[in-house]
C-alpha cells in the first residue's frame, strides 16, 4: 500500500490523494502534523508519495510521473 504524507490544510495534498483516486490506485494518507518526526522530515515537501519499499515520489507529479513510479 502506498502512503501519502501531507496535512488537512494542504491544497496540493488534496490534489495529490484526487490523482490517486482518478487513477484508482490503493493509498493511505498521514497527517504530519500529527508526529514531530514526520513534521521534520516532509514539512517542506509534501505531498510525499511512499511506496512499501521506501522509494519516495515528491511533489509536483502528474498521471505520467505516478505510472513510472508505480511500475
Request: hydrophobic content about 45%; some cysteine.
Amino acid at each position: 500500500m502506498l502512503t501519502l504524507y501531507g496535512t488537512t490544510a494542504c491544497h496540493l495534498c488534496e490534489l495529490a490523494a484526487s490523482l490517486l483516486a482518478a487513477v484508482d490506485v490503493p493509498f493511505e494518507e498521514v497527517d504530519i502534523s500529527e508526529s514531530d518526526a514526520l513534521f521534520e522530515r516532509y514539512g517542506l515537501t509534501i505531498p510525499v508519495l511512499r511506496r512499501p519499499d521506501g522509494q519516495e515520489l515528491n511533489w509536483p507529479f502528474d498521471e505520467e510521473a505516478l505510472a513510472r513510479f508505480l511500475d
